[in-house]
């Protein structure tokens, strides 16, 4: 199934011709620059990162070293969410004013370039959440090359990994924004607060994890099997969390569930 989709993805692509990569990344973009390059060849790909507040700092380093592991041109360009107007607000609409700002500081570069596209990983598995970010895409002609071939994560992953990419096991990550409970004001503060825990956390051995923010409660998230370290570090945790600024520090028992606060929304 996933060679067939493969080939599907290839010939997406093909027809485009041209593609400039909205590239964070992460395990998808990475793949889609992958593919993209080896179908398209190198001039015929641009890879673009924004770097702003709700970027994880460690992911733009990474963001760097993938696009030359692949061989892909790549350009990092400077933005803030927190300058869009609607997004400091923090209400369900969020994701959209982010992707569109996102998009309208790529289409000039695709113009300027002479490319004819735009797309982004946006994958089979978004299909089915609540994903206002679409929307934004939708409006200006961005592409999702992964969706349309019917591409889920874990047959992303498995392609990674045939691909040699380092990708193909990593952590999902998604904006720090995505952190911060719907309606709360998201400041440059608490994205700040937000990295620097999570980063604390993954020094302990813990990979997939989110420091969910309510006020000043950090609800923690992280799969069941790390569980334990958490509570065997809990002392530890409690104090370096409170440093940053949290006042309560708790465990989900859920544990990781990507878009958790979206359950907020229904």
Known sequence: MSNQKYETLVSILQDMKKVVVAFSGGVDSTYLLHVAVHTLGVDNVLAVTADSETYPSSELEEAKRLAEHIGARHQVIETSEL????????????????????????????????????????????????????????????????????????????????????????????????????????????????????????????????????????RIEVEPQDMQKLLANHGRITEKLQSYGYTFVTMDLVGYKSGSMNRALS
């Not at 929307?135 to 498995?158: F, S, T």
């Not at 999902?172 to 309606?183: D, H, M």
Request: net charge positive; with cysteine.
């Open 83 to 218: 300058a869009i107007p609607g997004y400091t607000e923090n209400d369900r609409n969020r994701c959209y004013f982010c992707k569109n700002s996102l998009f309208d500081h790529l289409v000039p570069i695709m113009r300027e370039k002479g490319f004819e596209n735009i797309v982004y990983g946006v994958i089979a598995d978004d299909m089915n959440e609540y994903r206002p970010g679409m929307r934004a895409a939708k409006e200006q002609g961005v592409r999702g090359p992964l969706a349309e071939a019917d591409m889920y994560k874990e047959e992303i992953r498995e392609l990674s990994k045939k691909a040699g990419l380092p990708t193909w096991d990593k952590p999902s990550f998604a904006c720090l924004s995505s952190r911060i409970a719907y309606g709360e004001t998201i400041t440059k503060a608490k994205l700040t607060k937000v990295d620097k825990s999570e980063a604390f956390l993954k020094t302990i051995g813990i990979r997939q994890v989110r420091v969910r923010t309510h006020d000043d409660i950090a």
